[in-house]
């Protein structure tokens, strides 16, 4: 067995303190291949460990860049016993902060973890630049629970050499106080040290924790609920009262009931556990643990008696959001005045409203609406506990009289769709299209990563994205969203639900949802966008009803010019239309495990937003050479886009496999602009 701690720990917040921590009892909490995929122990160098992603411990929507080694960059271990510390399959891959320097230093790249208190936890970073090879080009600082581990870290100047690894340990001692109960790591570019290039890059993480000096390393027991100490109470103070004379026989019977009862109880559980996991059994309550369970009646329809079922399921979030009274709705829409109607949904219509000055968009349900008591029980639950820039932010809601309303902030430019066909509005440009995009990928990577739990929005179209004043994207809709799979689960068995000609055919067929589904349907709106067509329309052609198959054969074909809307036709720089193909046909493929995630799709679109601009700004980006999102013949009329032949994946995120621009140049050449 190899010494795999034979250096002490450096203590966070004490520079000139170390830990030894060979002689203690650890237990691994987390072991995260950083940048990379799972790593299965047969994989592992010799110890049997297993790998995990790292991307579900991201906080919040900053993700980064992943990348990975090419096939000319092999790892190099200082000696035989290195080799022990982590396979190669961790140091071959990384997760570093972008290109953009101006972002990098207004960010910090951070994992959260859940751990248990009173402990003192190793914190084991491991480190292997696979792209620089001086001194000083990254360097960057390192932070443990909000303090600093260490300043100004350079992985060249620790290792000697590019694509030799390394690694460190810090020991954080956790207090058991309150919010005691997570682990934050953090890394950030060191400005002082004017590094040639802001970035950090990380390419495993492991986490331990130390034995007490009781040799203990028992977690805290669980708080007990109010319902298990009432229910014990009760126990008490019922079945256990007995006379003196005959308490052996009373009390041995109840005791015997009790295990029996349990034994009763635990079947009937294993077996709606069962139930719940058959395809096709759809309980709002079972998929929302984030925000507890709701209690109004399952009906799909509006059948809600007079009585506010929101004061009692929604309570806990009045503090949040603002809980209207009919009247004031009523007010604030001059009584539903037909003339202040802006848009029509599955839900019903939307007003525009103005409450204490503010204008808002005010959703009125139907009682002949096939989205009822759960949609919007879901609405609340969800956006009542999110807040981000490109989600629509809710203001409160109205549960009164039979009515159930929904107060938003008012979108002053409607929905996309509005400004892309079949409207009396000028058809947006290219480059705002482009923006707008992005700003709805960044509102779905933040509910796919961003909070503590996956949602999957499952009505994403272009309808759904609205346009505040500023012309930015916020995400709407959630009533039909759903809390994501679990660890032990891939996908969430629920019936099918969305828009025609936006849903995953995959979900469609085997009623499992991932977030993929969102992907997918995302995929649809990047089309609609290019195209500027609905993604169903009976009238046309078989083969030209659906978007999503007709643009795919289109690029088959590569005819997909043909099919691009005219108005933006010409306004597309050659690079950045096939950066922005080469996504959505991504986000088409038929099988879930083979598309991108939302933060791969966003990055790419970002990408895409830069070589427009590039090419507006006069630059030339470079077109030679083909790659996975196919061949480009360019004139000045026009682009010719075909698949890739091949059927085989190669991201343009690889530097190796970038075509030489002036956006990635730091990238590409490391030596600088």
């Known amino acids: 067995m190899p010494n795999l701690f034979s250096q002490p720990a450096s203590l966070v917040g004490f520079s000139d303190q170390t830990l030894d921590v060979g002689g203690a009892g650890l237990q691994t909490m987390y072991r995260l291949n950083v940048g990379g995929q799972y790593v299965a122990p047969s994989n592992d160098s010799g110890m049997s460990r297993t790998w995990y992603d790292d991307s579900a411990y991201l906080y919040g929507a900053a993700f980064g860049v992943t990348y990975e080694a090419t096939d000319k960059v092999r790892v190099d271990y200082p000696d035989a016993e290195a080799e022990y510390i982590a396979p190669t399959g ?27 208190g009173n402990y003192t936890y190793v914190v084991r970073f491991h480190f292997c630049e696979l792209i620089h090879t001086k001194v000083n080009q990254r360097v960057f600082d390192i932070f443990v629970n909000n303090r600093t581990a260490y300043e100004d870290a350079d992985v060249i100047a620790w290792a000697s050499s590019k694509a030799v690894p390394v690694y460190k340990d810090f020991a954080i001692s956790v207090t058991d106080g309150p919010g005691d109960d997570q682990l934050w790591v953090a890394l950030h570019p060191s400005v002082d040290a004017k590094p040639q290039y802001y970035d950090s890059i990380l390419n495993g993480l492991e986490i331990f924790k130390m034995s007490s000096s009781t040799k203990n390393l028992a977690g805290p027991n669980p708080e007990p609920s109010q319902m298990l100490l009432k229910a014990e109470a009760n126990l008490t103070a019922g079945s256990f009262k007995t006379e003196s004379h005959s308490s052996s026989v009373i009390i041995l019977a109840p005791v015997g009931g009790v295990v029996a009862a349990a034994v009763v109880i635990a079947v009937v559980a294993v077996l709606y ?30 059948s809600i008696s007079g009585k506010s079922s929101a004061g009692s399921n929604f309570a806990n979030v009045s503090a949040i959001c603002r809980h209207f009274s009919f009247a004031e709705i009523k007010q604030a829409t001059k009584n539903f005045d037909e003339s202040l109607v802006i848009g029509v949904g599955g839900f019903g219509k939307v007003y525009k409203g103005v409450v204490d000055g503010v204008k808002v968009a005010i959703k009125r349900s139907n009682p002949q609406s096939e989205q009822g008591v759960n949609e919007f029980n879901t609405e609340i639950e969800m956006l009542s506990k999110l807040r981000h820039k490109h989600l629509v932010s809710l203001i409160g809601f109205c549960e009164e009289d039979e009515e159930m309303c929904l107060v938003y902030d008012y979108m002053a430019h409607g929905t996309l769709r509005e400004h892309l066909y079949k409207t009396n509005n000028t058809p947006l440009q290219w480059k705002p299209r482009l923006e707008i995009c992005i700003g709805a990928a960044r509102g779905l990577h933040y ?14 179209k272009t309808t759904n994205i609205l346009l505040d004043e500023k012309w930015v994207a916020k995400v709407s809709d959630f009533g039909l969203s759903k809390t994501g799979p679990t660890m032990n689960q891939g996908h969430v068995s629920t019936m099918v639900k969305g828009s025609f000609g936006y849903l995953d055919p995959e979900y469609f067929k085997r009623q499992q949802l991932t977030e993929k589904s969102d992907v997918y349907s995302f995929g649809v709106v990047l089309f609609e966008v290019l195209c500027a067509r609905p993604a169903l329309n009976p009238s046309l052609p078989r083969d030209q009803m659906n978007l999503s198959e007709w643009a795919m054969n289109s690029l088959k074909k590569g005819a997909l010019n043909e099919i691009i809307d005219p108005v933006v036709k010409n306004q597309i720089a050659p690079e950045c239309l096939k950066k922005f193909v080469y996504t959505a046909e991504k986000c088409l493929l038929e099988h879930g495990v083979d598309r991108p995630s939302m933060g791969d799709v966003l990055w790419n679109l970002e990408f895409a937003l830069q070589l427009q601009e590039t090419f507006e700004n006069g630059g030339s980006p470079s077109t030679d050479g083909a790659d996975a999102s196919g061949s480009f013949a360019s004139s000045s009329d026009s682009v010719s886009l075909t698949s890739d032949e091949t059927g085989v994946s190669r991201g343009l995120d690889d530097p190796a496999q970038m075509s030489t621009t002036a956006v990635f140049s730091q990238i590409v050449h490391p030596s600088g602009r």
């Open 273 to 302: 556990k069962k139930k719940g996991r058959m395809p096709g059994n759809d309980s709002n309550g079972m998929w929302l643990p984030l925000y507890g369970h709701s209690h109004t009646s399952s009906n799909s329809k509006s």
């Open 90 to 116: 961790v140091y071959s891959t990384m997760r570093t902060m972008g290109p953009d320097p101006t972002i990098n230093r207004n960010y910090n790249l951070t994992w959260v973890f859940s751990v248990d």
């Open 447 to 460: 509910l796919h990563t961003g909070a503590k739990y996956t949602i999957i929005h499952r009505d994403v």
